[in-house]
């Protein structure tokens, strides 16, 4: 069975030297969900930016690349892709 497309989406809400040990948690996770449920990682998103920011550079760039390219977004918990609103709604377009 051919492996699902998927891209990783990461992000820690402040700076490295306060979560230090976030996006490497992440990584490590989402690793392991994607090779035991059958997913190809193409691609890695990671950033450290406010989830309340809808504005953050590499939420978009997952975004444009899941939906050029037709391809799942795995994510650690879902307070790490967005926390508002605007945000999710930018998500389902994609989904769309």
């Given at each position: 069975m051919e492996?699902?497309?998927?891209?990783?989406?990461?992000r820690?809400?402040?700076?490295?030297?306060?979560?230090?040990?976030s996006?490497?948690?992440?990584s490590?996770?989402?690793?392991?969900?994607?090779?035991?449920f059958?997913?190809r990682l193409?691609?890695d998103?990671?950033?450290?930016?406010?989830?309340t920011d809808?504005?953050r550079?590499a939420?978009?760039?997952a975004?444009?690349?899941?939906?050029?390219?037709?391809?799942?977004?795995?994510?650690?918990?879902l307070?790490?892709l967005?926390r508002t609103?605007?945000?999710f709604?930018?998500?389902?377009?994609?989904?769309s």
């Open positions: 492996p699902k497309r998927a891209i990783s989406y990461r820690a809400s402040t700076n490295i030297d306060k979560q230090r040990n996006l490497a948690i992440q490590d996770v989402i690793s392991a969900f994607a090779e035991r059958g997913y193409e691609k998103f990671s950033e450290y930016q406010s989830g809808d504005d550079p939420f978009k760039e975004l444009a690349y899941a939906k050029a390219n037709n391809c799942y977004v795995i994510i650690y918990r307070d790490r967005a609103l605007t945000s709604s930018q998500f389902h377009d994609v989904l």
